[in-house]
C-alpha cells in the first residue's frame, strides 16, 4: 500500500511538473475570464428569469384585481335589485380572489426582492469581470514583453533553442576555416622546403637538368681547385673541360740557348 502511495505521488508530481510546463499563463487567464463571463451570464439569465416571473404575477394580480372588482359592481347591482342572494353569491367569490390576491401579492414582494438581490449581484459580478479583464490584459501585456526580452536575451548569448543549432553552425564553419588555414599554411612551409614537388611547375627536359649539372660540378670543381691552390702554394690550378672533368694544364716549353760546343778558339777569325 506504501508502495502505490508512492508511486501515485510521484505520478502526480511528473504530471504537475509536465502541465506546468507546458501551461500558458495567458491562456489560463482567458479561460478564467471566460469562466466568469459564463458566470455572469447565468446571473444574469437567473435575474431575468426572476423578473419575468414577478411580471407573471403582476399580470394575475391585475387580472384578480379587475375580477374582484368586477364582483363587487355586480353585488351591488344585485343588492339594488333586490336580488340578496345574488350579490351574496358575488361577494363570496371577491373574497375568495382577495385570498389569492393576497396570496399572490406576497409571492410578489419575494420575488421583487429576489430580483432586486440577483440584480445587484449581477452588478458587482459584471464589475468584478470587468477589473478581472483589465487586469488580465495588463498581466498578458506584461508576460509577452517578459517573453520578448528573454527570448531576445537568449538569442543574444545563443543559448535559445532557435540560435543553438545557428551557434553550433558558426562554430563548425570557424573550426573548418582554422583547419584550412593551418593546412595550407604547413603546404607552403613544406613546399619552402623543398619537402614536396611543386606539381604544377614546368617539367625540365633532360638536357636542361644535364646542363645545371654540369654547371653545378664545374662550379664545385673549380672551388674546390682554389681552395688547394690557396693551401699548396704550388699546385696549379686544374681546368675544367668541356666534359666537366678536371685536367692539368700543359704547360708550353720555354726557348733556351744552346751553348756553342765549338770554343772560341776553334771558331775562325780570331788568333788561336
Not at 367569490?93 to 440584480?119: F, I, P, Y
Amino acid at each position: 500500500m506504501g508502495i502505490m502511495n508512492r508511486f501515485a505521488s510521484i505520478f502526480r508530481a511528473k504530471a504537475n511538473k509536465a502541465l506546468d510546463a507546458r501551461e500558458d499563463p495567458r491562456e489560463t487567464l482567458d479561460y478564467s475570464y471566460q469562466k466568469q463571463l459564463e458566470m455572469l451570464t447565468k446571473v444574469r439569465r437567473g435575474v431575468a428569469d426572476v423578473a419575468t416571473s414577478r411580471k407573471r404575477l403582476e399580470l394575475q394580480l391585475n387580472q384578480l384585481q379587475g375580477q374582484s372588482a368586477k364582483l363587487k359592481d355586480q353585488a351591488a347591482k344585485a343588492l339594488g335589485m333586490g336580488r340578496e342572494d345574488l350579490a351574496r353569491e358575488a361577494l363570496t367569490r371577491r373574497s375568495g380572489l382577495e385570498q389569492q390576491v393576497v396570496d399572490l401579492s406576497a409571492q410578489h414582494s419575494a420575488l421583487q426582492g429576489e430580483e432586486e438581490k440577483l440584480t445587484l449581484a449581477s452588478q458587482r459580478l459584471q464589475a468584478k469581470v470587468e477589473a478581472f479583464r483589465t487586469r488580465k490584459e495588463t498581466i498578458k501585456a506584461t508576460y509577452t514583453a517578459a517573453e520578448a526580452q528573454t527570448r531576445i536575451g537568449e538569442a543574444f548569448t545563443g543559448i535559445s533553442e532557435e540560435m543553438s543549432d545557428v551557434g553550433l553552425a558558426v562554430q563548425r564553419a570557424e573550426d573548418k576555416t582554422a583547419q584550412l588555414q593551418a593546412r595550407s599554411s604547413a603546404l607552403d612551409e613544406l613546399l619552402a622546403s623543398g619537402a614536396l614537388d611543386d606539381v604544377t611547375g614546368t617539367s625540365k627536359d633532360d638536357i636542361s637538368l644535364e646542363l645545371e649539372r654540369m654547371a653545378s660540378g664545374s662550379d664545385v670543381e673549380s672551388q674546390l681547385a682554389a681552395m688547394k691552390a690557396q693551401v699548396g702554394g704550388s699546385e696549379a690550378p686544374k681546368e675544367i673541360d668541356a666534359g666537366g672533368e678536371a685536367t692539368t694544364p700543359v704547360e708550353t716549353p720555354t726557348t733556351q740557348a744552346t751553348p756553342d760546343p765549338v770554343g772560341p778558339a776553334d771558331q775562325p777569325g780570331r788568333p788561336a
